[in-house]
């Protein structure tokens, strides 16, 4: 298989960490979304919408989207399960997921801080406010959504599960950012267990072969 990634993406560290945890094997293209790789033709085939990451299965399909990728390697790879089929630990989980996924990352994205900076002439203080403030009230939620699932060591039950691996690279994000993070106790218990974690490591942006020197 192939993985079509960027070090930075936090959606390509959601699948880095899940392949990871799982045991399998890849090999990575780096795709550099700073300098717009992504939108090269090849690349738009394999992936349409144009983001990072992709991946190249064995039988030669392609799949975007990282939510959709996790679930595809959940069901062909059923070792160490990331998303169980019962509830309650289901919901809990999908709750905590799409808090991130869909409410604090895709206003976050880089092509969205781009364009405030380069269509909307955004300053760079006012970006970071922008940044910080979807931080704030994103995590917030996730806080109290931790709290609901009683969370322990992980997100969700004593084992890693999808949660994690979103929690992880948004964590991160923050964290590059200059994020003021002291008020999510149990996000940042998790985002540390995690962290101590060998398929975390391993899947973490500075340990990628096309990390780009800052």
């Known amino acids: 298989m192939k993985l079509y990634s960027f070090f930075n993406s936090s959606a390509s560290y959601r699948v880095r960490i899940a392949m990871a945890l799982k045991g399998i094997d ?27 990451p992709a991946l190249v299965t064995d039988d030669g399909e392609s799949l975007g989207q990282s939510l959709a990728i996790i679930d595809w390697l959940d069901r062909h790879f059923p070792q160490t399960p990331l998303l169980p089929g019962n509830d309650p630990a289901r919901m809990r989980i999908l709750e905590i997921v ?24 955004v ?28 969370s322990g060591q992980f997100c969700v039950g004593d084992t ?25 106790p149990r996000c940042k218990a998790v985002y540390e267990a995690c962290s101590a974690l060998p398929a975390f ?13 800052a």
Request: include cysteine.
């Open 26 to 52: 890849y090999d990575t293209v780096g795709v550099n979304i700073r300098i717009g790789q992504q939108n090269a033709l090849e690349y738009r085939r394999l992936n349409p919408v144009g983001l990072v």
């Open 98 to 121: 799409y808090a991130i996924c869909c409410d604090i990352h895709p206003i976050n994205n880089m092509r969205v801080l781009r364009y405030l900076s380069d269509e909307l002439k």
């Open 123 to 150: 300053s760079e203080e006012d970006k970071k406010r922008w940044y910080a403030h979807w931080v704030q009230q994103g995590l917030s939620a996730v806080e109290q959504l931790l709290r609901h699932s009683q």
């Open 160 to 184: 890693p599960t999808l949660a994690d691996c979103c929690l992880v690279p948004q964590w991160a994000n923050a964290l590059r950012m200059g994020c003021s993070l002291s008020g999510y």
């Open 201 to 213: 490591v391993a899947a973490a942006p500075e340990n990628q072969q096309d990390k780009i020197p």
